[in-house]
């Protein structure tokens, strides 16, 4: 379950943009973890569907 919770927390780490980076290099970092989250998803047991929820929540926002 912890490994689960460090996507997210990685995600939310990178939105709130703690190096003052450009739109460009949030956008480049947030869609490297959800890539990784998509690669790693059978490690994620039974949170998988939750990461499919949170993935499919976070590109909703990408425009």
């Known amino acids: 379950m912890a490994y689960t919770y460090r996507f ?3 995600v939310a ?3 709130g943009n703690p ?3 450009s739109a460009v290099m ?3 970092r947030v869609n490297g ?3 990784a989250m998509q690669r790693h998803r059978a490690k994620a ?3 998988a569907g ?3 929820h949170f993935q499919k929540v976070t ?3 990408r425009p």
Do not use: P
Request: no cysteine.
């Open 59 to 61: 590109r909703s926002y």
């Open 8 to 10: 997210v927390h990685a």
């Open 45 to 47: 047991g039974t949170l």
């Open 19 to 21: 190096h003052e980076g």
């Open 50 to 52: 939750a990461f499919d």
């Open 13 to 15: 780490h990178w939105l």
């Open 33 to 35: 973890l959800l890539g």
């Open 26 to 28: 949030v956008r480049r």
